[in-house]
């Protein structure tokens, strides 16, 4: 949920579901928040705008009363969920799967980002290296999400474009940089 949207409680969010119209038939909602806690919501009405969607919920009524939902992610009921083509999945099934690519380990999902392009990026984390990985169907071998695995086939060099510099690289890096900032004063100084 994004943040307040009117003075009577509402509140606007992103809408990351296939399926806006089941809004009008769910009413029992639960807001589950970054760390963790959850907190169950009677939603009384809901409408679309600007490309979002406003929601009312029964006991939130004021601008502080929504504040305190900003951040937490709008979940329903599992015995709710609507059935899925093959290839897509919940992103709550999606976070803590480990995910390999050609059988390689590239770590754990720990959370699912969407943005302005096609298919929703997985936040994948091993150690102290992060790895966005594009969930999409031409890279998808195969998704057992009862075992909590993603099989990937990923294009040649993308999780290398994305690798940490070694030390030799960075030093090299900072070089060339030092060497591009005298070369403009240079430039600067002869004018």
Not at 30 to 54: C, M, N, P, T, Y
Not at 60 to 80: C, F, N, T
Request: one cysteine or more; aromatic letters at 6%.
């Amino acid at each position: 949920m994004l943040g307040p949207q009117g003075r009577r409680g509402e509140v606007a969010a992103e809408l990351h579901t296939s399926f806006p119209e089941r809004f009008a038939e769910r009413r029992d909602l639960s807001g589950l928040a970054a760390d963790g806690s959850r907190r169950e919501l009677q939603l009384e009405e809901h409408w679309f705008h600007k490309g979002h969607v406003i929601l009312k919920f029964a006991g939130v009524e004021s601008i502080s009363d929504a504040e305190r939902l900003v951040g937490m992610e709008l979940q329903i009921p599992e015995g709710q969920r609507a059935d899925l083509e093959a290839s897509a999945a919940y992103i709550s099934d999606l976070v803590g799967c480990s995910v390999l690519d050609g059988g390689s380990l590239i770590g754990t999902v720990a959370e699912v980002r969407f943005g302005a392009g096609e298919a929703p990026l997985l936040v994948v984390r091993r150690d102290e290296h992060e790895y966005l990985v594009p969930y999409a169907e031409a890279f998808l071998k195969n998704a057992d999400l009862l075992a909590r695995r993603i099989e990937m086939d990923l294009p040649e060099g993308l999780l290398e474009l994305q690798a940490p510099l070694s030390e030799d690289e960075r030093r090299r890096q900072k070089l060339e940089a030092d060497e591009a900032r005298r070369a403009g004063e240079r430039r600067r100084g002869h004018k």
